[in-house]
């Protein structure tokens, strides 16, 4: 359904897109309407909504969620130029950039150097193998980072930066989820070494991102299931929380929105998450949580971002099955403010681009202030 040809249009929206909706929203105040922002948007909705072939709006040239390819220095994100015409199409607010994951490559027997992304850290002896990222994945970023920042001067579009997977990294990618579980529960310090050794490379890269001139930093981490989170929270918060609060330093310094993301249930992080200070959490997972419930207990302290079930209506439903939970959601979310109306993942090839163009055009119909 992803290749056929579409029927509906994308229709005007009032406002043009705007960084200062998004971050009023961020923060709580008033605005015209509520911002809609995707994380991702895969290439074939690209290609249709610009009438020319393009990349996704995460990268121009690979797979950022295989991790490896970033560490190598094989990813580089979307051209700008492209990402700005996506965004004056659909009346999105900020152009985003990402360095998801910590950077780590090894020292192989034979002398040689590769990433670290191939889950053989089992134990505090592979400590020796690490080769931490330093100056020259720093440089590497920045320079993209300066690329949008540049991009965007003369619009009133802004730049987000996506990142901070200290937690995620390494049961994602270098250690394994099994292992990994087994590991904390055998050497907790150890896990809690590595964290902290890469939130020092994400304190460094952040500090010289917002000095750059980023408009929102957006921190991302999953420690979630549909049930919960995956460790006891006590144990979690405690590993996890100083040096995540280390990363948004330079960003609460500079009065600089922030934005979470993790998957699952979070009943039980929730509220760390606000008293650590950030503005916006994302996506709502529909599969864990209930958006009126949520809104209702959290509504008033906090920003929320997502909830449109990419499944349900977006893949498997009707355009008006996508209108009315549209209309739906804007009726429980934009009282009082504080949504920015997302899906719960990514716009993904196989949401039949109908479905999408009514997603868009929905949020900018019911969602005007």
């Given at each position: 359904m992803a290749n056929t040809v579409s029927t509906t249009e994308f229709e005007p929206y009032s406002?043009?897109?705007?960084?200062?909706?998004?971050?009023?929203?961020?923060?709580?105040?008033?605005?015209?309407?509520?911002?809609?922002?995707?994380?991702?948007?895969?290439?074939?909705?690209?290609?249709?909504?610009?009438?020319?072939?393009?990349?996704?709006?995460?990268?121009?040239?690979?797979?950022?969620?295989?991790?490896?390819?970033?560490s190598e220095g094989g990813i580089r994100p979307m051209y700008p130029s492209d990402y700005i015409d996506v965004c004056n199409v659909i009346g999105q607010d900020c152009i985003l950039l990402e360095s998801l994951w910590t950077p780590l490559k090894q020292k192989n027997?034979?002398?040689?150097?590769?990433?670290?992304?191939?889950?053989?850290?089992?134990?505090?002896?592979?400590?020796?193998?690490?080769?931490?990222?330093?100056?020259?994945?720093?440089?590497?970023?920045?320079?993209?980072?300066q690329e949008y920042v540049d991009a965007v001067k003369g619009t009133d579009i802004g730049v987000v930066y996506l990142g901070g997977c200290?937690?995620?990294?390494?049961?994602?990618?270098?250690?394994?989820?099994?292992?990994?579980?087994?590991?904390?529960?055998?050497?907790?310090?150890?896990?809690?070494?590595?964290?902290?050794?890469?939130?020092?490379?994400?304190?460094?890269?952040?500090?010289?991102?917002?000095?750059?001139?980023?408009?929102?930093?957006?921190?991302?981490?999953?420690?979630?299931?549909n049930g919960g989170m995956m460790i006891p929270p006590e144990t979690f918060e405690k590993i996890w929380r100083k040096p995540m609060e280390r990363m948004m330093e330079p960003a609460l310094n500079a009065g600089i929105p922030l934005k979470f993301h993790s998957d699952g249930k979070l009943d039980d992080a929730m509220e760390m998450l606000?008293?650590?200070?950030?503005?916006?959490?994302?996506?709502?997972?529909?599969?864990?949580?209930?958006?009126?419930?949520?809104?209702?207990?959290?509504?008033?302290?906090?920003?929320?971002?997502?909830?449109?079930?990419?499944?349900?209506?977006l893949v498997r439903g009707s355009t008006e099955d996508v209108e009315k939970d549209v209309k739906e959601h804007c009726e429980v979310m934009m009282k009082g403010g504080r949504w920015e109306a997302s899906t719960s993942h990514s716009v993904v090839n196989y949401i039949p681009h109908e479905n999408f163009i009514t997603m868009i055009n929905a949020f900018h119909k019911y969602g005007k202030y």
């Amino acid at each position: 359904m992803a290749n056929t040809v579409s029927t509906t249009e994308f229709e005007p929206y009032s406002g043009k897109p705007d960084k200062e909706r998004l971050i009023a929203t961020y923060r709580g105040e008033k605005t015209d309407r509520v911002p809609n922002f995707e994380v991702l948007i895969e290439d074939e909705h690209v290609s249709k909504m610009l009438g020319r072939k393009a990349s996704n709006t995460l990268s121009a040239d690979g797979d950022p969620a295989k991790g490896a390819d970033d560490s190598e220095g094989g990813i580089r994100p979307m051209y700008p130029s492209d990402y700005i015409d996506v965004c004056n199409v659909i009346g999105q607010d900020c152009i985003l950039l990402e360095s998801l994951w910590t950077p780590l490559k090894q020292k192989n027997k034979d002398g040689s150097i590769s990433s670290f992304f191939d889950k053989s850290f089992k134990s505090r002896e592979d400590l020796d193998r690490i080769i931490w990222p330093g100056e020259e994945e720093i440089t590497r970023a920045l320079g993209f980072v300066q690329e949008y920042v540049d991009a965007v001067k003369g619009t009133d579009i802004g730049v987000v930066y996506l990142g901070g997977c200290i937690f995620q990294t390494l049961y994602e990618f270098v250690i394994g989820f099994q292992d990994f579980m087994i590991l904390l529960m055998d050497d907790e310090g150890l896990i809690s070494e590595i964290m902290e050794r890469s939130s020092v490379y994400f304190v460094e890269l952040y500090k010289r991102a917002v000095e750059l001139g980023i408009d929102v930093l957006w921190l991302a981490d999953d420690f979630a299931f549909n049930g919960g989170m995956m460790i006891p929270p006590e144990t979690f918060e405690k590993i996890w929380r100083k040096p995540m609060e280390r990363m948004m330093e330079p960003a609460l310094n500079a009065g600089i929105p922030l934005k979470f993301h993790s998957d699952g249930k979070l009943d039980d992080a929730m509220e760390m998450l606000i008293d650590m200070g950030f503005n916006c959490i994302n996506p709502m997972d529909p599969y864990s949580i209930d958006y009126r419930d949520y809104k209702k207990r959290y509504g008033n302290r906090v920003t929320f971002s997502g909830n449109i079930d990419i499944e349900v209506p977006l893949v498997r439903g009707s355009t008006e099955d996508v209108e009315k939970d549209v209309k739906e959601h804007c009726e429980v979310m934009m009282k009082g403010g504080r949504w920015e109306a997302s899906t719960s993942h990514s716009v993904v090839n196989y949401i039949p681009h109908e479905n999408f163009i009514t997603m868009i055009n929905a949020f900018h119909k019911y969602g005007k202030y």
